[in-house]
């Protein structure tokens, strides 16, 4: 473990092995930093939420997961609940002037270029990148592998292994981002199957990916994922820009 004299550690903190906290970095009571986290000059975990009605005697924190890198400027508030935590995966990498907001959840092996902006109760889903400059309105879901263009404004839900751009709208399937992982055919060709079941049946976009999934058509695990998330969440869903709905939904 490596802690610079300039750092600030305050009490209640829970640092795991390996972790170093550099040059005026602060780390805020009750964060708890798994193995491995790097936390770069002037960043900030666990900070009080940007919430005006937020009672400061409140005992919340922040969770970051092993492996972790805070670079310079990061900011990653703590929860308005008692007892509750804003939630950083591991392997994660925040690059400067990324901000965390209050119960956030963002799962592991996620990418937050620079300045990237998450409000309150954002969640994000594994192996995701969300391009530089990016803003995320409060209770928004952001599917597993999903890749997000840079100065993109999101104010809806984006589903898994989609690619999100400019304002709410899908361009695409992350077709990259699969092969890398290692999907194979079958699961990548139900996966398309399914963007096409959703975005181009006419009707309401729940009730056709529910419908989908009751329907037993959909094996694979990716496929159904997929078709689950538009049967949950509460705000609306990103809708497919007209070149891909023109297209298979193959962008990428």
């Given at each position: 473990?490596?802690?610079?004299?300039?750092?600030?550690?305050?009490?209640?903190?829970?640092?795991?092995?390996?972790c170093?906290?550099?040059?005026?970095?602060?780390?805020?009571?009750?964060?708890?930093?798994?193995?491995?986290?790097?936390?770069?000059?002037?960043?900030?975990?666990?900070?009080?939420?940007?919430?005006?009605?937020?009672?400061?005697?409140?005992?919340?924190?922040?969770?970051?997961?092993?492996?972790?890198?805070?670079?310079?400027?990061?900011?990653?508030?703590?929860?308005?609940?008692?007892?509750?935590?804003?939630?950083?995966?591991?392997?994660?990498?925040?690059?400067?002037?990324s901000?965390?907001?209050?119960?956030?959840?963002?799962?592991?092996?996620?990418?937050?270029?620079?300045?990237?902006?998450?409000?309150?109760?954002?969640?994000?889903?594994?192996?995701?990148?969300?391009?530089?400059?990016?803003?995320?309105?409060?209770?928004?879901?952001?599917?597993?592998?999903?890749?997000?263009?840079?100065?993109?404004?999101?104010?809806?839900?984006?589903?898994?292994?989609?690619?999100?751009?400019?304002?709410?709208?899908?361009?695409?399937?992350?077709?990259?981002g699969?092969?890398?992982?290692g999907?194979?055919?079958?699961?990548?060709?139900?996966?398309?199957?399914?963007?096409?079941?959703?975005y181009?049946?006419?009707?309401?976009?729940?009730?056709?990916?529910?419908?989908?999934?009751?329907?037993?058509?959909?094996?694979?695990?990716?496929?159904?994922?997929?078709?689950?998330?538009?049967?949950?969440?509460?705000?609306?869903?990103?809708?497919?820009?007209?070149?891909?709905?023109?297209g298979?939904?193959?962008?990428?």
């Amino acid at each position: 473990m490596s802690i610079h004299p300039t750092a600030i550690i305050e009490e209640g903190v829970q640092l795991g092995a390996g972790c170093v906290v550099q040059a005026h970095a602060i780390v805020r009571k009750h964060s708890v930093l798994g193995d491995g986290v790097v936390v770069h000059p002037f960043a900030v975990v666990g900070g009080d939420p940007q919430y005006l009605k937020f009672d400061p005697a409140t005992a919340s924190g922040v969770r970051v997961g092993a492996g972790t890198v805070i670079r310079e400027h990061v900011t990653i508030n703590r929860s308005i609940h008692a007892g509750k935590e804003t939630v950083v995966g591991a392997r994660c990498f925040l690059m400067a002037n990324s901000h965390v907001g209050h119960d956030s959840v963002v799962a592991d092996d996620v990418v937050l270029a620079n300045n990237v902006m998450l409000a309150g109760h954002v969640t994000v889903g594994r192996h995701t990148f969300l391009g530089g400059g990016a803003g995320f309105h409060q209770f928004c879901r952001i599917g597993e592998g999903v890749i997000v263009s840079g100065l993109a404004r999101i104010a809806q839900d984006i589903p898994p292994f989609a690619m999100a751009a400019e304002r709410n709208e899908i361009i695409g399937l992350n077709l990259i981002g699969l092969k890398r992982r290692g999907f194979d055919r079958a699961a990548i060709g139900e996966i398309k199957d399914a963007f096409r079941t959703v975005y181009f049946t006419p009707g309401n976009i729940r009730e056709v990916a529910a419908a989908a999934l009751a329907a037993g058509t959909f094996q694979t695990t990716q496929a159904r994922d997929f078709l689950t998330f538009f049967t949950e969440g509460k705000r609306g869903f990103a809708r497919a820009r007209r070149e891909a709905m023109a297209g298979d939904g193959d962008a990428g």
